[in-house]
Structure formats: structure tokens, C-alpha cells
């Protein structure tokens, strides 16, 4: 469902959470009381359920902190923002990643960056969709180029995992790790993805777009689609008013210097950090590659960033890709 501008216009007056009469509403948009009744029923399909009490009048049933590029903007250090070629935030897109892929066709500049409220396909591992509810979460990517080939950014998503560690810990959420190849995990269950894609010369320069999903406060009524453990940070840290401006500016300061880096460091620079937030390690797990499957205990990463599996037979395994399932209590 695409959001219209009325819409909008009443989710900036209810994003405080608190009671709005109809009549307030329908003189800040300039229509009538059933008009704002009409738009309103149309929030619970973008994951906005709200609340109308006889006599006080509408609320949201969780307040919002909507995205603005002034109050990011104030939460970007100087090295992240030299790196920021530009910086938009959208009400509604398709997907951050398809999005700057296309733009990244067109020439568009490293350093371009790409937050959405609400995505209406948004892009998970292996064509999955990534649940996208309004105004929750960060859905956010990042286009870089990069002056070598494919193979030279090998394992950036690790890094890129490191960095949203990183940016997290400055906001005192902890009880976080990664799985590989880039996942974010607490407790077992699943906190956000990474989605690296690249294109270019297989030799010569390419660019990659990184792209990020984070759950901040997922309802449960839009996780229904949603087939493995899962969490989000208001249930890690017990908070619902998480401030989500300071944490996507946080986030920038911590992924811009890691991917511009990147071409120059390679994954040697991440690799005993990225070893420390491991949630795998150690543990019994099954290796999905197409058809193929291969079970095993999960010895870490060697120091290309590749998985490690010893097999029942004792001899260890390297993989440079693949799908790792487990069961919900390996990661406890």
C-alpha cells in the first residue's frame, strides 16, 4: 500500500503517541472529520495500528520517531559526513537496494545514501522479502565504488557486520553477535541482515551497494510472514521510544569508514573483532549450498572470512558461501 501525503501529514501530528481530537486533525489537513476517519483506516496496512477513544480522539498505539535529515544529519561525526556524497530519506520505496542499484547504472556517486520509512518489496538473502513496517525499523543502503575488482571487496559484508556491532554498543544495547556471512543476532534470534550486492568489471573498478535492515519495533501482527526466530531492539533493551535519528546517524559513522577503508585493508583488519561477536562458533549447524547440504560443528571463519566446518569424519571444511541453519537453542 503506498502512503498519500495526507496520511503522512497526520502520522507527523500522531507520532507523539499522544490523543489527537478529529477536529484538531481535520483543521491542520483541511478536511473534514470523516475524510481524517478514512485516512486513518488506512495506517494498519503499513503496520500502524491506532487507537479512537470517544472524547479524546486518536492516537497511535506506539509512538514514532519519523526519519529527518536535520536530526541525522546533527548525529554524523565529520569523517562519516566527508564521506556522504548525498543523503536521501524516502516515505516509501520499493527498496533501498534495488533503488541504488539503479541509480548506481546511472552514474549516481559513491557515497550516496538511501533511508526509507516503509519498503514495499523490500530484499532479504536469496530473493526473501524483508519485512518492512512504517516508521519502525532502518532500511538503509549505501552505493560505494570501489577501484578494483569483485575480488578485492571479498568478505565486506563481515566487516560491514562489525561496524553495526560497533554502532550498536555505542547505544548500550548488548547480548549482540553475528552469524555469518551477515547476520545480526541476539539470543538466538535473528536482529537484522546484511545484503551486499556488486556489480562491475570481474579486474576493474565496480561498485557495491550494502544494505541494511535493522528491527527496531517489529509488531507482531507484521512478523507473521516472517519463518525464522526473530527479535528487535525494543525486546532487547525493554525500550519502545528508541531514538532512531541518533542510531541511523550512529550507524553512518561507524559503516561509511568501514566500506571506504575496505579496498585498502581487506577483511585482516576485522577479522579478531568480527571472531569476539561470533554467535556460531562452536556450535552444531547444517550448510545449505543449493542441494547440498553438510552438517557439521561450526569452527569460526579462517583469515579470508570464509566458514569453517568440521565434518562427523573430524576433517574441517572451508566455505565461501552458503546458508547456515541451526536450532534455536545452538545459539543460546
Known amino acids: 500500500m503506498n502512503i498519500s501525503d495526507k496520511q503522512k ?13 478529529g477536529t484538531e486533525l481535520a483543521v491542520e489537513l483541511g478536511i473534514s472529520r470523516s475524510a481524517v476517519w ?67 547504472q546511472n552514474n549516481a556517486q559513491s557515497g550516496t545514501v538511501c533511508f526509507a520509512e516503509y519498503q514495499t518489496a523490500g530484499k532479504g538473502r536469496r530473493g526473501r522479502q524483508w519485512v518492512s513496517p512504517y516508521g519502525r525499523n532502518i532500511y538503509l ?39 555469518w556471512p551477515n547476520d545480526i543476532y541476539s539470543q538466538g534470534k535473528k536482529l537484522g541482515g546484511i545484503l551486499v550486492e556488486v556489480s562491475g568489471e570481474t579486474d576493474g573498478p565496480c561498485s557495491a551497494v550494502i544494505g541494511l535492515g535493522l528491527n527496531l519495533f517489529l509488531p507482531e501482527s507484521e512478523a ?3 519463518t525464522q526466530a526473530w527479535t528487535d531492539l525494543s525486546k532487547i533493551t525493554g525500550q ?11 550507524l553512518l ?56 566446518i568440521q565434518r562427523p569424519d573430524g576433517s574441517v571444511q572451508t566455505f565461501a558461501s552458503g546458508e547456515v541453519s541451526f536450532s534455536d537453542s545452538a545459539l543460546q
Open 253 to 308: 559513522n561507524h559503516l561509511l569508514p568501514a566500506i571506504a577503508e575496505y579496498e585498502g585493508v581487506g577483511i585482516k583488519a576485522h577479522l579478531d573483532e568480527w571472531r569476539d561477536y561470533d554467535c556460531l562458533s562452536g556450535k552444531s549447524a547444517t550448510l545449505f549450498i543449493g542441494q547440498q547440504q553438510f552438517e557439521g560443528v561450526v569452527q569460526g571463519i579462517d583469515d579470508n572470512g570464509m566458514l569453517l
Open 224 to 226: 507473521q510472514s516472517i
Open 9 to 21: 501529514r497526520i502520522l507527523t501530528l500522531l507520532a507523539d503517541g499522544e490523543f489527537h481530537s
Open 240 to 250: 519502545n521510544r528508541l531514538l532512531r535519528n541518533k542510531l541511523a546517524g550512529s
Open 141 to 179: 543502503s549505501i552505493l560505494w565504488r570501489f577501484q578494483q575488482g569483485p575480488a578485492a571487496i571479498s568478505g565486506l559484508s563481515l566487516a560491514v557486520g562489525v561496524a553495526v556491532i560497533r554502532a550498536l554498543k555505542q547505544h548500550q544495547i548488548v547480548d549482540i553477535g553475528l552469524k
Open 38 to 104: 478514512k485516512q486513518l483506516n488506512g495506517l494498519a496496512e503499513l503496520g500502524l495500528p491506532h487507537s479512537a477513544v470517544s472524547g479524546k480522539g486518536y492516537r497511535l498505539d506506539n509512538s514514532l520517531e519519523l526519519l529527518a535529515a536535520a536530526k541525522i544529519n546533527e548525529a554524523i561525526n565529520d569523517q562519516a559526513d566527508a564521506l556522504i556524497s548525498s543523503l536521501e530519506i524516502h516515505d516509501q520505496i520499493d527498496s533501498t537496494n534495488r533503488y541504488l542499484v539503479e541509480r548506481a
